[in-house]
Structures are given as structure tokens and as C-alpha cells.
T-cell receptor
Framework: EDQVTQSPEALRLQEGESSSLNCSYT??????LFWYRQDPGKGPEFLFT???AGEEKEKERLKATLTKKESFLHITAPKPEDSATYLC????????????FGKGTTLSVSS | DAGVIQSPRHEVTEMGQEVTLRCKPI?????LFWYRQTMMRGLELLIY????????DSGMPEDRFSAKMPNASFSTLKIQPSEPRDSAVYFC?????????FGQGTRLTVV
């Protein structure tokens, strides 16, 4: 069964304290690993797509990396506004984007 | 672009009543997805359409759930009859190639 597992479930950081979120996947025929950010009461917001092992993408304080079995979302010197739930998802669909989501990591950054 | 538009934002209904959720995708997007989000199960894909045609409805939990996409700019998700366990946030998303863009969701409460 295709599955995406995220850890930890929750993470508390001090402002400026760098860390990483983990996403492990067992998805046959993976066609893209996606990261989304979700704020309370809102829909998920797209961050990154990674397609092959070794690929990296960056956006401001976030960097996503991909290996054959897992992906990491590295957060460098986080700020309180980075507080959100970060969702990882795998796409197995050849014809489009049908995502299997993990349950997310809720990040809280305090000043 | 206004993004994916869902209505209503909140819906409270009594058990046994019919509920219809609505979605307007982003213009030019050819894929549309309905997801359900709960604390226990996270984000689950219910059904998706490509060029207005349902491609995969294996995530629809029961025959009480049905979805239609009569044209490229409108889709509905109907629950009849509704039950308390259907209470969740329902998201619609659309995509053109790979990245899916989500609406703000409809929070459904069945009492």
C-alpha cells in the first residue's frame, strides 16, 4: 500500500534555531514528491516539487531535499511567521497529480 | 486570478439531510480534485477529474457521496444522506500540470 509518513508530528523551535522535518514514503512509481504549507483555517499552499533523488529546491529559509526513500524540509534560522503545518505528499499518477498526503508536522516557532 | 473558490465556507446540517459543496477551479486548469481532511486521517483524496471526466473515485467512502463536474468551471460534491461521521473540512483543488492549488475549504458539521 502506498504510504507517506511524516515526523515529528509536532516541533517547537526558538527563533533562529534550525531544524529538519522528515517525510518517508513507500510509493510505487513515485512521480513527484510535494511539500505544502497549511495555516490554520486555510487550504494547503504549494511550496516545492521534487522528482529525482539528489534534487534540492530552496525558497527563503526553506530547503527541500529528496533521496530514494525520504525527503527532508530543512528550515534555517526560522522566524515566528514560519509557524504552520507542513505537509508532504507523493504523486503516483501518470496522467496527472493525485496526491497521497502524510499527516503533517506542526511547527511552532517562538521569539 | 482569484484562486480556487469553494462555497459555502461553513455548513452545519442535521443528520439525514442532503449537503452540496461547490467548487470553481482556476481558469485553464484541466484537473480537479476533492479532498477531505480530519484530525484522525489527515488529507484524503476522494475523487479527481481530468477534463471534466471522473478518473478515479476509489477514495469516495460510500455510495452516499457523489461528485459531478458538468463543465470546466464548476464541480459539486454531494452527500445524501449526511451522517455525523462526515464532519470534516472538504477541500477542492485544481491543477494544470503538476502543482495542485487548493481552495479555502468547506467546514462541514453534521449534528
Amino acid at each position: 500500500e502506498d504510504q507517506v509518513t511524516q515526523s515529528p508530528e509536532a516541533l517547537r523551535l526558538q527563533e533562529g534555531e534550525s531544524s529538519s522535518l522528515n517525510c518517508s514514503y513507500t510509493v510505487s512509481g513515485l512521480r513527484g514528491l510535494f511539500w505544502y504549507r497549511q495555516d490554520p483555517g486555510k487550504g494547503p499552499e504549494f511550496l516545492f516539487t521534487l522528482y529525482s533523488a539528489g534534487e534540492e529546491k530552496e525558497k527563503e529559509r526553506l530547503k527541500a531535499t529528496l533521496t530514494k526513500k525520504e525527503s527532508f524540509l530543512h528550515i534555517t534560522a526560522p522566524k515566528p511567521e514560519d509557524s504552520a503545518t507542513y505537509l508532504c505528499a507523493g504523486n503516483t499518477n501518470q496522467a496527472g497529480t493525485a496526491l497521497i498526503f502524510g499527516k503533517g508536522t506542526t511547527l511552532s516557532v517562538s521569539s | 486570478d482569484a484562486g480556487v473558490i469553494q462555497s459555502p465556507r461553513h455548513e452545519v446540517t442535521e443528520m439525514g439531510q442532503e449537503v452540496t459543496l461547490r467548487c470553481k477551479p482556476i481558469s485553464g486548469h484541466n484537473s480537479l480534485f476533492w479532498y477531505r481532511q480530519t484530525m484522525m486521517r489527515g488529507l484524503e483524496l476522494l475523487i479527481y477529474f481530468n477534463n471534466n471526466v471522473p478518473i478515479d473515485d476509489s477514495g469516495m467512502p460510500e455510495d452516499r457521496f457523489s461528485a459531478k463536474m458538468p463543465n470546466a468551471s464548476f464541480s459539486t460534491l454531494k452527500i445524501q444522506p449526511s451522517e455525523p461521521r462526515d464532519s470534516a473540512v472538504y477541500f477542492c483543488a485544481s491543477s494544470r500540470q503538476t502543482e495542485a492549488f487548493f481552495g479555502q475549504g468547506t467546514r462541514l458539521t453534521v449534528v
